[in-house]
């Protein structure tokens, strides 16, 4: 099976890369001169030199399988999710000399907002400008599945585990750390909110088995566990083997608090108006649709997952 990976030098792509690394598989990387190869270097994959943004750059034979991760996932404005999502993801199609499957890998946020159950049926309304690029690709993928192009979407919500080092505003090492620091805190009722969340060796299960599978312009949802703010908090608490504390917080300090951040630190505040914002908004999908059409079994459960994530971070020395 001949491959190629887009953003296998992101968290989610390595991971894929480990993964797919089997004899039957001959796989291509997507990279950019400035990205960092040393994960890659390990592997036996064949790296080839290309920017998304810049079409010219772009010199890529034909696959069985395309997998599509690289995005812009941290930028500012919607001019640069755009131009990386959307238009990037048009170039990497036109450069192709021919595919049998191309997996786009979108993202929750693509749907955006909404207090009830998520499925694929339900109407997109995305709030973000990372959400919109996302929808928008989705659906020129779609218009191009109904031609023919044989490409299946997946929307992971939030995705953790091994090799997950990029600043984002809710990852699961903030929480980690709040925890085994004893430092845990909850806003109004943000230790009750759901959300979707997938760990990464279940999604790239999943993300095989949508090249393997023979549907196409289809959409799945895939997210492993919904567990509340205050259940994650416990798990993590559990495994460390210590005493779960928790202090509740006035929203309103915490809001002054992270606009003050904010002025400071600009994008790299840890704490944001965004992240509060997300800590009381309940988000959760429903992925019967790739367990039933994609054959999906999630085979990592919660707890294991986290243990391998912490076990992750404290090998990699980012958590002592
Ligand atoms: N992480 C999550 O929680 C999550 C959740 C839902 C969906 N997703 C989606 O999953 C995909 C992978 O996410 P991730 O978390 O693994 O992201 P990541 O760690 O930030 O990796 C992004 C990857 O895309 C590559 N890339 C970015 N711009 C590019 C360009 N112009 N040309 C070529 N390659 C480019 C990066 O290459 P460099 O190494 O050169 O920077 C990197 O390999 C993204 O499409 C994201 O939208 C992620």
Redesign the pocket.
């Known amino acids: 099976m001949k491959i190629l990976v887009?953003?296998?030098?992101?968290?989610?792509?390595?991971n894929l890369v480990e993964f797919l690394s089997k004899p039957e598989n001959e796989i291509d990387c997507?990279?950019?001169k400035?990205?960092?190869t040393s994960f890659l270097k390990k592997h036996k994959v064949k790296l080839i030199k290309?920017?998304?943004?810049?079409k010219n750059s772009l010199k890529l034979g034909r696959y069985n399988i395309v997998y599509?991760?690289?995005?812009?996932?941290?930028s500012k404005g919607y001019g640069h999710y755009d131009?990386?999502?959307f238009k990037?993801t048009i170039n990497l199609i036109e450069s192709l000399e021919g595919l049998d499957k191309f997996i786009y890998?979108?993202?929750?946020?693509a749907f955006g907002d909404s207090d009830k159950i998520i499925n694929e049926e339900m109407e997109s309304n995305p709030c973000s400008d990372?959400g919109k690029s996302?929808r928008n690709i989705e659906s020129h993928l779609l218009k191009m599945a109904e031609k023919g192009f044989p490409v299946i979407i997946l929307?992971?919500?939030?995705?953790?585990g091994e090799?997950?080092d990029?600043k984002?505003d809710l990852s699961m090492l903030k929480l980690i750390k709040l925890v085994t620091r004893g430092n845990y805190f909850t806003i109004k009722n943000s230790g009750e909110t759901r959300k979707s969340l997938?760990y990464?060796k279940n999604l790239v299960e999943a993300i095989e088995l949508a090249g393997k599978s023979e549907k196409k312009g289809e959409v799945y949802f895939i997210s492993d566990s919904s567990p509340s703010l205050d259940e994650l908090a416990k798990q993590i608490a559990e495994i460390e083997n210590i005493d779960l504390k928790k202090k509740n917080l006035s929203i309103e300090l915490l809001e002054n608090y992270a606009k003050l951040n904010e002025k400071i630190f600009g994008e790299s505040a840890d704490l944001n108006t965004r992240v509060i914002k997300g800590m009381l908004t309940t988000w959760i999908c429903d992925s019967s649709k790739a367990k039933k059409e994609l054959g999906w079994k999630p085979k990592h459960d919660l707890k294991k997952s986290l243990k391998n994530t912490i076990n992750w971070y404290k090998n990699a020395g980012i958590l002592k």
């Open positions: 887009t953003g296998a030098t992101g968290f989610i792509g390595k997507l990279i950019r400035t990205s960092d290309g920017d998304l943004n810049d599509h991760l690289a995005g812009a996932v941290g131009e990386t999502n990037g890998l979108s993202s929750g946020s990372y996302k929307r992971p919500p939030i995705v953790y090799h997950d990029v984002r997938c990464v």
